[in-house]
């Protein structure tokens, strides 16, 4: 066996272990956000939405894409993780000041003065997040992502617990970014513990700036992204109210759980192996088919549950509070299955050295997609998710048929990568659909709307596990056999 092979089998043994982790550390985090939200107010929601708007964008460009540049290089130097570790300190104090100073305008745009100190607040999150920069890409660059899931599980589980106490206590949207600032906080000082790296006294900026060359396109598209992210979320609080915005912005959250908590995982792995065969066109093509397959696999069941679903899934676990959100949340799962399957392509693009093409991708996004949404604004709150389920998705499809000319893959090729995910995820469907037609003859009332969700959960969960364990048994195979890779 090779160095490389090596390397890529320890990334991906690495990488179950993170799933693994993640997928306990989720299931507790979504226990305790659904926990949470009967608790607090979508207006609560929704203030912290506005305050974190533009402060949010400054941290996203804060990190200035050395984390991406530390992972990508082939051959870093102590000094240069040295200089890059001061220099990150000081530009988390730089922008924690400036967004103390950005409290103010953020309140005058949305007309909400007591958004003020929670504005103010967040600039801490700056100056955890610096410290956090090099250790933690020292530890992703290494494959050591068994170690980044015990330090994710162990720092959700104890702010997790932390915003019960909270909300029970009635903290209300304090709740939220005390949490916040609890997660950083613990995910800061156990990377440091677990990377066993300590910066030298040494500072040379010429050192930093070799970084800055490839992470600056890094840093552009993720700003970039977030502008995409957050812009519908500003348009919802300048044109609605801050319970609107609430309801909005939970139900993009909601539906955005499997891109976010299963998909980011396998991004993270992906990176460091992309990065390390970037020289190697069959093996990036070989990698980037078998991720999508396993994306498929993973988040398209989820997402056709969440379309198919909705109603059940919101009244059950949130109760009649959040009942307006169903429609938006049904349709915004559509969007997020879109963005789930395509979001390997900026990965890829980015570890081969052309993260300005993903820079392109997202700008395409940001100018399109906003001036959309405020138009159907006019229409309603549910008009919102038109823009999401219509636009969207064309421009994934575009971006997916770029990357795959690029990588030479034929489009039946790919294609072929989701048909036995999506033949499980219809299957599993219809089971669910005679189940709720049995159910309804007997004419069971909305009390037992629990039992029935669970119920339905279940089966689904059952119907989908079976089909994959028959037509995908080799790649379950593939994966069981990583376990004893060195």
């Not at 929704?46 to 974190?52: F, Q």
């Not at 103390?100 to 958004?115: H, R």
């Not at 950083?184 to 970084?211: C, G, I, N, Y």
């Amino acid at each position: 066996m090779t160095q490389e092979t090596s390397f890529a089998r320890k990334a991906a043994r690495s990488g179950l272990w993170l799933a693994g982790f993640k997928f306990i550390t989720q299931g507790f985090s979504w226990v305790v956000t659904i926990s949470v939200a009967r608790m607090l107010r979508p207006e609560d929601y929704g203030l912290m939405a506005m305050a974190s708007i533009l402060t949010g964008y400054i941290e996203m460009f804060s990190e200035m894409g050395i984390g991406a540049a530390i992972i990508q290089k082939k051959d870093i130097t102590q000094e240069e993780l040295s200089s890059t570790f001061w220099f990150n300190i000081g530009v988390g104090i730089v922008f924690a000041l400036a967004c103390f100073g950005l409290a103010y305008p953020t309140a005058w745009i949305f007309n909400e003065p007591g958004i003020i100190p929670i504005t103010q607040l967040i600039s801490v999150l700056f100056i955890i997040g610096s410290l956090m920069i090099v250790p933690n890409n020292i530890l992703t660059r290494n494959a050591s992502f068994k170690e980044l899931g015990i330090i994710n599980l162990t720092a959700v589980v104890a702010s997790s617990l932390a915003m019960l106490w909270m909300a029970s206590k009635g903290f209300g949207v304090w709740t939220l970014i005390y949490g916040t600032i609890i997660l950083r906080s613990m995910t800061t000082l156990q990377t440091f513990l677990k990377a066993k790296w300590r910066p030298d006294l040494h500072f040379r900026f010429s050192e930093v700036r070799r970084l800055l060359r490839f992470g600056v396109h890094v840093a552009g598209s993720r700003s970039l992204f977030y502008v995409f992210q957050k812009s519908d979320k500003f348009i919802v609080g300048k044109v609605f109210n801050a319970q609107a915005l609430g309801y909005y912005s939970f139900a993009m959250q909601l539906a955005n759980i499997p891109t976010d908590k299963i998909v980011s995982t396998i991004q993270q792995v992906s990176f460091s192996v992309f990065a390390k065969y970037q020289s190697e066109l069959g093996k990036c093509q070989d990698i980037y088919l078998k991720t999508s397959k396993y994306i498929g696999l993973l988040v398209i069941p989820l997402f056709a549950g969440g379309f198919f679903l909705g109603d059940d899934i919101i009244r059950a676990l949130l109760g009649e509070k959040w009942a307006p959100i169903i429609f938006l949340f049904r349709l915004l799962c559509i969007t997020q299955a879109f963005q789930a399957v395509t979001t390997i392509n900026s990965i890829i693009h980015t570890s081969l050295g052309r993260p300005h093409w993903a820079l392109y991708y997202i700008l395409i996004n940001v100018l399109i997609l906003p001036i959309s949404i405020l138009g159907a604004s006019r229409y309603g709150l549910n008009a919102l998710a038109i823009p999401w389920v219509t636009l969207f998705p064309a421009i994934c499809i575009g971006w997916t048929w770029m990357t795959l000319k690029k990588l030479q893959i034929p489009l039946s090729t790919y294609l072929k990568t989701f048909m036995k995910p999506v033949a499980g995820t219809l299957l599993m469907i219809a089971g669910i659909k005679v189940f709720q037609a049995a159910y309804a003859t007997a004419h069971l009332t909305a009390e037992n709307l629990k039992m029935i969700f669970m119920q339905e959960l279940i089966i689904g969960a059952l119907i989908y596990a079976i089909w994959t364990l028959s037509m995908e048994k080799k790649s379950l195979i593939e994966i069981w056999s990583l376990r004893k890779a060195r």
